[in-house]
């Protein structure tokens, strides 16, 4: 019998090439008063809504010797209600597809859409797990051009898909670490690109939608069967741990990712969970109002200390400029060491710190405020 000894490296796996010396997605969480790195809503779910979820999932577990509905009609209705209402566009139950956090939204897109031989491309820095999940599906990942400014050069991206032709492409707005929202104009760009080249999925990636200054985009899959838009319960709704994705489309989309998807993939406890906070959801958006607020003193205040600070639509922002990577990561852990937690998300000479309540947003702000000193002493 073969001993396990510990000392196995992944790469000493027979694993596929194409993840030899790739690592895993996720942000270190380290015990600090103050954790401003991930992009979660920082107000917790309000009690009536936590024993509302307390009595759907009562509910749910008298049956759970039972499937749960595998096509999740009452939760899609829900959501096509929400989207209809908050994003000024009306969709139907069967223009909606849920699963287990917007990730597996994106997987099953790529299953379908991708794979083998197969392209996507996307326009970075944006969401590192488009990549991610493209290498899994054994979907060949193309990295897109952006300004200097974050916004997606329009002309290079279009050149850039008229030569690769993609088989999907990916548009964040706004746009994770940058924050930067992507207007319908390029939107709609970069779909006709896509079109001409071959006829392309566009996924249009709005997991902070509802944090935007400009409306969603969600009216222009109308007539558009190759474009889907992508959410998630994760942000808006303070639901992180509830995983609960789901995406807009021409119904055609959402009969084809059932292709893919494992049975069963959303449990009844989830599907309760995610009902209940949709009837709060008047509630949960006046957190995001007050997050909105937050979000906006942020990027004052940190120009008025003297940050360089990227336009954000999102619960977030980026700020710098420090001296590249080195120099981006060393001011990470001066913030650090005031017992604030910020991203250092790869952009060389930038940071991300997500928008938190109004004592965390001061604590970090006497941190940079401290850092900025220290720089000019």
């Known amino acids: 019998m073969t001993r396990t000894t510990g000392n196995t490296r992944i790469d000493d796996l027979p694993i596929r090439d194409e993840l030899r010396g790739k690592s895993p997605y996720g942000a270190p969480q380290l015990d600090v008063p103050v954790r401003l790195n991930t992009n979660e809503n920082p107000y917790p779910l309000p009690e009536a809504l936590v024993e509302r979820i307390a009595e759907r999932v009562r509910d749910a577990a008298r049956e759970l010797n039972r499937y749960p509905d595998r096509d999740a009609v009452e939760l899609r209705t829900e959501l096509a209600r929400y989207l209809t209402r908050t994003a000024g566009y009306q969709v139907a139950m069967a223009n909606v597809w849920a699963a287990?956090?917007?990730?597996?939204?994106?997987?099953?897109?790529?299953?379908?859409?991708?794979?083998?031989?197969?392209?996507?491309?996307?326009?970075?820095?944006?969401?590192?797990?488009?990549?991610?999940?493209?290498?899994?599906?054994?979907?060949?990942?193309?990295?897109?051009?952006?300004?200097?400014?974050?916004?997606?050069?329009?002309?290079?991206?279009?050149?850039?898909?008229?030569?690769?032709?993609?088989?999907?492409?990916?548009?964040?707005?706004?746009?994770?670490?940058?924050?930067?929202?992507?207007?319908?104009?390029?939107?709609?760009?970069?779909?006709?690109?896509?079109?001409?080249?071959?006829?392309?999925?566009?996924?249009?990636?709005?997991?902070?939608?509802?944090?935007?200054?400009?409306?969603?985009?969600?009216?222009?899959?109308?007539?558009?069967?190759?474009?889907?838009?992508?959410?998630?319960?994760?942000?808006?709704?303070?639901?992180?741990?509830?995983?609960?994705?789901?995406?807009?489309?021409?119904?055609?989309?959402?009969?084809?990712?059932?292709?893919?998807?494992?049975?069963?993939?959303?449990?009844?406890?989830?599907?309760?969970?995610?009902?209940?906070a949709l009837e709060h959801t008047d509630t949960l958006l006046g957190y995001v109002e007050q997050l909105k607020t937050e979000r906006d003193r942020l990027v004052t205040e940190l120009r008025a200390i003297g940050y360089e600070v990227t336009d954000s639509d999102a619960n977030f922002v980026q700020f710098g400029r420090f001296d590249g990577a080195t120099g981006s990561h060393e001011a990470w852990q001066r913030i650090l060491g005031q017992g604030v937690l910020v991203r250092d998300n790869g952009v060389p000479g930038w940071l991300r710190v997500t928008a938190g309540t109004p004592e965390e947003n001061d604590a970090f702000l006497d941190a940079v405020r401290e850092l900025k000193k220290e720089q000019s002493s």
């Open 100 to 276: 287990n956090g917007s990730n597996e939204v994106i997987q099953q897109l790529l299953q379908t859409f991708g794979g083998p031989g197969r392209t996507a491309i996307g326009f970075e820095p944006s969401y590192s797990m488009h990549g991610l999940i493209a290498r899994g599906t054994g979907t060949g990942w193309i990295s897109g051009p952006r300004h200097e400014d974050f916004t997606i050069d329009v002309a290079a991206a279009e050149k850039a898909v008229a030569e690769h032709r993609p088989d999907v492409v990916f548009i964040t707005s706004p746009n994770n670490p940058t924050g930067t929202a992507v207007g319908a104009d390029t939107v709609l760009a970069l779909y006709e690109a896509a079109q001409a080249a071959r006829p392309s999925l566009v996924v249009v990636d709005e997991a902070y939608g509802e944090f935007s200054h400009h409306p969603s985009l969600l009216p222009l899959i109308e007539g558009r069967p190759n474009m889907v838009l992508s959410r998630t319960m994760s942000k808006a709704f303070g639901a992180a741990g509830l995983r609960l994705g789901y995406l807009a489309a021409d119904p055609a989309v959402v009969d084809a990712v059932q292709l893919v998807r494992l049975p069963y993939h959303l449990s009844s406890v989830t599907q309760a969970t995610a009902l209940a």
